[in-house]
């Protein structure tokens, strides 16, 4: 698993330019991925040569009426709840102020690896000014400059040294063969209205299995005589005040959710539409290579001409997953929730699907000879053949002659000919074209 460092702050603290410092550059933030938008809240990065998700939860409340005080709690709460190290950034150039003092007082009673960090210190003279922020009790306090990067190396030495022991997605994830699903969104989607229709009142098996440092439990249920586990169902049956600073909540749980299952169900409500957060979600799932379907829930609220005016909506919306299935649903009523399950099973069946060699060449001379790669820079690359190296997700590559000159626009021409034809709907495939010599 991933481990997950959150940082925490009141607004104007300098949080967003740690964040871009930690990540490495703006290149990190701003991705090509499909459906991660330029003000995401987090990112991936390498710290001590460690793979970890560097997650920004102050963003996630930009309009909270009052940041200075409960906003800056229920972010404090969320990453203690949900983050492996906590990276609480302070204002060197000011005395604390009372969300401050909040803020660590809540970390300082909690259980999690933090970090107390006085931002915008840019020389020796600043960092010997910080008596204020020392009397808060904290037990090191490190003085860094996230515009000059000035410290930076001791803040990502601190950083590693929190770090859980390493996993891999393996060992973390369930040691049966059932398919494992998470289901994420908006708070009040309704997601723990569907987890009740799903388990029900005869679930074959509840297990609190320790699958994190978080003890999540995972919960398996028999469903129409298909059996699934539901990861992380820990924050699904927690009921949560729907309130602006649970965003951050959320988002952190669905990352952690995300890793660990192979098909990812992201819950809308169908009333209040496809948001810019249900978009970064359905990205962050593309990212970690897991197959998507998308329920608009609460789809008995609606009439049939302003349900299909919602869906139409909707696929605008998801133009960049246009492959990624639709259905409405009412997690209350029961309504459509057969046909999502129903296209879940589809979904992590394709996952692990594997088109035989000899077949997908003749798919791949057929497309050839029909639409072969445009010239670029004067030169029109050849195209030898193709091979599928992996699943889950099923991963093809293309050999050729020049990778270099083969155009963005007919590599997405060629994934989406191969989800086409073998019918990868919902998979996130990936595709890459190499060089002759990386034939051997």
Do not use: W
């Amino acid at each position: 698993m991933t481990p997950i460092v959150a940082i925490v702050g009141r607004p104007n603290v300098g949080k967003s330019t740690l964040f871009n410092r930690l990540v490495g550059s703006p290149l990190a933030i701003v991705h090509d991925a499909p459906g991660v938008t330029r003000d995401r809240h987090y990112a991936d990065a390498r710290i001590g040569g460690r793979s970890v998700t560097v997650v920004d939860t102050g963003g996630f409340d930009p309009d909270s009426d009052d940041p200075m005080g409960q906003g800056i709690r229920r972010h404090v709460q969320a990453a203690i709840g949900e983050a492996d190290v906590v990276v609480c950034v302070l204002d060197g150039t000011q005395p604390p102020v009372q969300a401050d003092r909040d803020a660590v007082a809540l970390l300082r009673r909690s259980e999690r690896q933090v970090i107390f960090v006085a931002n915008k210190v840019d020389g020796r003279e600043q960092e010997l000014s910080l008596s204020d922020h020392y009397a808060l009790g904290v037990p090191e306090l490190l003085g860094v400059s996230a515009v000059h990067g000035r410290h930076f190396g001791e803040l990502e030495r601190a950083i590693f040294e929190c770090l859980p022991a390493e996993t891999t997605d393996e060992e973390a994830a369930p040691s049966d063969e059932l398919l494992s699903i998470a289901l994420i969104g908006r708070p009040n989607a309704g997601k723990s209205s569907l987890f009740n229709r799903l388990a029900g009142d005869e679930r074959s098996l509840v297990d609190s299995r320790p699958g994190t440092t978080r003890d999540p439990i995972d919960c398996v249920i028999d469903f129409k005589g298909d059996r699934f586990r539901l990861v992380d169902t820990a924050g699904v049956r927690r009921r949560t005040r729907v309130e602006r600073g649970v965003e951050a909540e959320s988002v952190i749980r669905s990352i952690r959710a995300v890793g660990r299952a192979k098909v990812i169900i992201l819950l809308c409500d169908v009333t209040e539409g496809i948001s810019d957060q249900d978009s970064r979600l359905l990205g962050l799932a593309s990212e970690r290579g897991r197959a998507a379907i998308v329920g608009l829930n609460k789809s008995d609220l609606l009439s049939p001409r302003d349900l299909e005016e919602k869906k139409s909506k909707a696929r605008d919306t998801l133009h960049f997953a246009k492959d990624t299935p639709i259905y409405a649903l009412s997690a209350q009523s029961g309504h459509g929730v057969t046909q999502l399950m129903r296209a879940v099973k589809e979904a992590g069946e394709r996952m692990h699907k594997r088109v035989p060699t000899g077949e997908l060449n003749r798919f791949f001379e057929r497309l050839l000879a029909t639409q072969p790669p445009p010239t670029r820079a004067g030169r029109a690359p050849r195209l030898y053949y193709i091979t599928q190296s992996g699943t889950s997700p099923p991963t093809f590559i293309v050999f050729c002659s020049s990778p270099d000159h083969v155009a963005e626009s007919y590599r997405r021409f060629v994934r989406n000919q191969i989800v086409a034809e073998f019918d990868y709907k919902a998979v996130p495939i990936r595709l890459f074209f190499r060089g002759r010599e990386a034939k051997e």
